[in-house]
């Protein structure tokens, strides 16, 4: 397993279309996250998964946002009527126990989507 | 509502000098991370803090845990070029596996 992977790396799109961003964890992993990233910030938490069940979701994700993970393995992020505001870097990341190791909460990121809006 | 702030944002320093970047928290938190993230480039995992007291090191990176103080604290020794990135720190809330960031600190080492 080479690590978490996004698709795309980045999407420039106009105003007012919708787009959707894939992420595939590492394959042991039960818990999946979504974060946002603009410049000159932290990592801002939109929402989580363990397995397929969404456990949180950020009151900052209006509801043109919405994260899918149907079977528990590889997540869809879907921005709708996109806006300029949406523009950034969205990064996915991966955590769980792998075989017989302690599970300590360490997530590992994607390379992340940059996302620019027209 | 856990929130993480850290100091310095931006951190310029000289080859061979140490320096300390800070991390606090607002609220109770059971695990506290480091990750480096390089420009342009995701975030790399550096640390994990689980306990009260805890430190970890690598390298002439140490970390520290005071979960009473809500503080924990990045230790940079000797200086060198390639340590220039961005530093983050996450906290968790108590019994949830939601990560809150902080702002980051900017770091340049100059030769």
């Known amino acids: 397993d080479t690590g978490v992977s996004q698709d795309p790396r980045h999407k420039i799109t106009k105003r007012g279309q919708n787009v959707t961003f894939r992420c595939d964890p590492i394959?042991?992993?039960?818990?999946l996250y979504w974060y946002r990233q603009t410049l000159g910030q932290g990592p801002e938490f939109l929402t989580y998964?363990?397995?397929?069940?969404?456990?949180?979701k950020s009151r900052l994700l209006s509801d043109r946002f919405s994260a899918e993970r149907p079977k528990g393995s590889f997540s869809t992020l879907e921005i709708q009527r996109t806006e300029q505001g949406d523009s950034a870097m969205y990064l996915c990341a991966s955590s769980g126990r792998v075989g017989g190791a302690r599970f300590d909460g360490t997530q590992y990121f994607g390379p992340g989507t940059r996302l620019t809006v027209l | 509502e856990l929130k993480v702030e850290q100091n310095p944002l931006f951190l310029s320093m000289q080859e061979g000098k140490n320096y300390t970047i800070y991390c606090n928290y607002s609220t109770t938190s059971d695990r506290l991370y480091w990750y480096r993230q390089d420009p342009g480039k995701s975030l790399e995992s550096l640390f994990v803090l689980l306990s009260n007291g805890a430190v970890k090191q690598e390298g002439r990176l140490m970390a520290s845990l005071d979960t009473k103080a809500r503080l924990s604290t990045l230790h940079i020794t000797a200086a060198v070029h390639d340590l220039s990135a961005t530093y983050f720190c996450?906290?968790?809330?108590?019994?949830?596996?939601?990560?809150?960031f902080g702002t980051g600190t900017r770091l340049k080492v100059l030769a």
């Open positions: 394959s042991e992993h039960n818990r």
């Open positions: 996450a906290a968790t809330t108590s019994g949830t596996y939601k990560y809150i």
């Open positions: 998964f363990q397995n397929e069940a969404q456990l949180e």
